[in-house]
């Protein structure tokens, strides 16, 4: 049987939390797949991240964009329209971006549940081949603690249930060529959510 090659050249990415921990390597390896543009969305400017995504950004693919997670629905669906109109069209959304202090449970809540959901509901939207979108993948990054919660990080474990069940209940009703994806981070390498994203170029070439 002839191998099958898939890559992301000519791909369009954008993912949130880009400049650290999984978020940050992955978007290394997306560099280096020949994507066509790579959208990081994230709180905070990271110089020491930049600096290095650059280094190794031969083709000037990877652009910035300040956004919150929490900003609310509105909000997310003006930023995801500014990239459209960069891109065209968006190929991937990766979720990565997630916080587990529990001082303040709401901001849990509105980062690693509400947040997620809005950005992905945007990007279906706009990937819906009903709706003249081109079809696309979105990989929502969640946790261990979504099958065993950690008794002492119960408002974490309970968000990274429900973005795990959201997915789900998305790719069972999944249509118009928009797929969806739920990797658990803590057993979970970069390399893994790239491997998701490849999924892509099944989907629409």
């Not at 916080?99 to 690693?112: G, H």
């Amino acid at each position: 049987m002839e191998e099958v090659k898939l890559d992301l050249s000519g791909k369009n990415i954008v993912i949130i939390g880009g400049f650290g921990g999984i978020g940050f390597e992955t978007c290394k390896l997306l560099i280096q797949k020949g994507v066509a543009n790579l959208m990081i969305l994230h709180k905070t400017w990271n110089e020491s991240a930049s600096k290095e995504l650059r280094s190794i950004d031969a083709a000037g693919v990877c652009q910035y964009m300040e956004f919150d997670l929490t900003c609310g629905l509105e909000k997310t669906r003006q930023v995801f329209a500014q990239i459209m109109e960069k891109f065209g069209s968006i190929d991937v959304l990766i979720n990565g971006a997630g916080i587990c202090d529990e001082q303040d449970f709401s901001i849990i809540i509105a980062v690693n549940f509400t947040g997620t959901i809005n950005t992905t509901l945007v990007a279906y939207d706009l990937m819906d081949k009903s709706r003249g979108g081109k079809g696309g993948v979105v990989v929502n990054i969640s946790s261990v603690a979504a099958l065993t919660p950690f008794p002492v990080l119960p408002v974490y474990s309970a968000t990274k249930g429900g973005i795990l069940n959201f997915t789900r209940a998305l790719a069972v009703g999944e249509s118009s060529e928009v797929f969806f994806f739920c990797d658990l981070e803590i057993c979970t390498t970069y390399v893994d959510v790239l491997n998701l994203c490849l999924v892509t170029c099944l989907i629409h070439g």
